[in-house]
C-alpha cells in the first residue's frame, strides 16, 4: 500500500450543511458519541447487532458504505463482511490501542464545547447547528466524515506521531499531526470548512488563502490555548522559519506572479499537505500559502478593529481584504 494513499480528509457532504466570544455565557456541553467503542464491543462479541444498530444505524450505513467500503447495514451479509473486515489482527492491535488511550474524552469535549460556545456567541446563534459528534476507527483510512447531522473522526489516526504503526504507512511531516491533541481542533475545523464553504475562484491563490486563512483565524479564537503552530498544523521550528523569512516569502509570491494567476497548480504548491512548499526552498514547510493567509487575516482585523467576524468570514472581496490588511512583511 503506497503511503500517499492514506492521508486525507474525505467529506461525505449528503446534505450540505472581533472577538473571543462571551465567556461568561453558560457554555453548551458537547458529547462525543463512540461509536467505535460499541463497534469494538460487537466485534468482540459483548454487543448485539440490534444494541449497535439501534444506537448508530444512519452512522453505520454511512461508516460500511464509504469508509470500509462493505454496503449499508441493510445490504444482504454485512455484518459478516463487517467483523471479517476487523479479523486482521493488526488492526485489532490498532483498535485495542485507539479505545485504551481514547478512554475518557472530557479535555477534548470541554475545548469543543468551549468552541461551539464562542462561535454562537459571535455568529447567529440559530445558524450555529451543533452536528453530532462521533468517533470512528477506519485502518488508517479517512480523517473526517461530514455527514448533514454528524462530524465523525477516526481516531485511530491519533495516536500520536511515534505510534509504532504509522511508520511503514506515513511520512514525517504527515505523522507531526497524528496526535491527540490535534483532535479537538479537528472537529472544529471539520465544521468551520462545512459551515463556511468555500466562495471565490478556486483557481487564484489569493482567493484560497485568505479564505484557509479567514478558517484559521477563527478556529484560533475557538481553541485560544492553541499557538500559531498549532493552528496551522506546524511544528515551532516550522512556524518559527515562517517567521524569520516571511518577507522573503512574500516577495517569492508576487516576484513570481503567483497571488493572482488563474493557475490550479500554483494553488497546489501553496496550499496542499506536502513535506515542503515546492515553488519555495526545502527548508520550507507545506502549506506556506496558508501561513500566509492567516497572517494577512490577522493583519486586517488588527487594523480593521470594526470589522466583526461575521463580516470577515462572509467577504469574499479579496483584493480588498489583502489591501485593507496593510501587509507587509519586514525584511
Excluded at 458537547?30 to 460499541?38: C, E, H, S
Excluded at 458504505?65 to 486482521?88: C, P
Excluded at 447567529?124 to 468517533?135: A, E, F, K, T, V
Aim: proline share 4%; glycine share 6%; aromatic share 12%.
Amino acid at each position: 500500500m503506497r503511503k500517499e494513499t492514506f492521508l486525507f480528509v474525505l467529506f461525505i457532504f449528503i446534505c450540505c450543511c472581533t472577538g473571543k466570544g462571551d465567556n461568561d455565557a453558560e457554555m453548551q456541553p458537547v458529547k462525543i458519541a463512540r461509536f467505535d467503542l460499541m463497534l469494538y464491543e460487537y466485534i468482540n462479541g459483548t454487543c448485539s447487532e440490534e444494541t449497535l444498530l439501534q444506537a448508530h444505524k444512519p452512522f453505520l450505513d454511512v461508516f460500511g458504505d464509504k469508509v470500509i467500503g462493505i454496503g449499508t447495514a441493510d445490504s444482504v451479509g454485512f455484518f459478516f463482511r463487517l467483523k471479517q473486515f476487523f479479523s486482521d489482527s493488526t488492526l485489532m492491535e490498532l483498535y485495542e490501542d485507539e479505545t485504551l488511550l481514547y478512554s475518557n474524552l472530557s479535555d477534548i469535549e470541554t475545548k469543543i464545547s468551549f468552541g461551539f460556545n464562542v462561535l454562537q456567541a459571535e455568529f447567529d446563534s440559530d445558524s450555529i447547528h451543533i452536528p453530532q459528534l462521533c468517533m470512528h476507527v477506519s485502518g488508517l483510512n479517512q480523517n473526517v466524515i461530514v455527514t448533514e447531522d454528524c462530524i465523525s473522526l477516526s481516531a485511530d489516526k491519533y495516536l500520536g506521531s511515534s505510534y509504532k504503526l504509522y511508520q511503514d504507512f506515513f511520512y514525517d511531516y504527515q505523522r507531526q499531526n497524528m496526535t491527540p491533541g490535534k483532535v479537538a481542533s479537528d472537529y472544529l475545523l471539520a465544521y468551520l470548512l462545512t459551515h463556511f464553504p468555500f466562495q471565490g475562484n478556486q483557481q487564484v491563490l489569493l482567493d484560497r488563502i485568505l479564505y484557509e486563512g479567514k478558517i484559521r483565524y477563527l478556529l484560533s479564537l475557538l481553541i485560544p490555548s492553541c499557538s500559531d503552530a498549532e493552528i496551522l498544523g506546524y511544528t515551532e521550528v516550522q512556524e518559527l522559519w515562517c517567521r524569520e523569512n516571511e518577507s522573503e516569502i512574500w516577495n517569492a509570491m508576487l516576484r513570481q506572479k503567483h497571488l493572482y494567476a488563474n493557475d490550479h497548480l500554483v494553488v497546489q504548491k501553496y496550499v496542499e499537505d506536502a513535506p515542503f512548499t515546492s515553488s519555495l526552498s526545502k527548508q520550507s514547510p507545506g502549506r506556506v500559502g496558508v501561513w500566509v493567509g492567516y497572517r494577512i487575516i490577522r493583519s486586517h482585523m488588527k487594523y480593521n478593529p470594526k470589522t466583526s467576524l461575521k463580516a470577515i468570514m462572509h467577504s469574499t472581496d479579496y483584493p480588498e481584504i489583502l489591501k485593507n490588511a496593510k501587509y507587509k512583511p519586514k525584511p
